[in-house]
């Protein structure tokens, strides 16, 4: 390739991160002679999150907050570091990140909307993740069922088999 656009980028970066080769990403990431949109530090994030490198993940996010790059993260970024929360059962962290996305203004969808449903609930924290839900106004089966195992998981049968008959009607 003669010319590396920043498609070409991203693509080569998310390529070796879905191949697992996550080091090799980094490198590529770090010699990029262009701008680094939030695409390219996603996939990135991403990249350490499927290895289990939570930490790293954490320092590339706040990384990407200082960066010359001037690139604000989006409803994408935001779900990896949610997922990784979630699995984590960091509360502090997950809180952070709902708040910082609430100060800035990211886009709410689907997928981001059942990520902070799923890091409240693992993170014990049912009400907050039942607000949220409960704000939804166009539910889908993922968000259903983040809030239903999230009953299951803190011992809320009759909730959840409440919520269950509600999906169901």
Known sequence: MEVRD???WNSI???YVQWGQVEKARELFEEMPIRRNAVCWTA???GYGKEGDFVQMLSLFLQMLVSVDKVQPNAATMVCLLSACSTLCNYEVGRFLSVFIDVNKISLNAI???AL???YSKCGDVEKAQRIFDGV???NLPSWNAMITGYVQRGLLEE???LYR???A
């Open 160 to 162: 959840a088999i409440d």
């Open 117 to 119: 449903i799923d890091m």
């Open 166 to 168: 509600r999906m169901k």
């Open 137 to 139: 106004s166009c539910k």
């Open 44 to 46: 990135m994030i991403n």
């Open 112 to 114: 981001l909307v059942t």
């Open 6 to 8: 920043e498609v070409s």
């Open 13 to 15: 970066i998310s390529g």
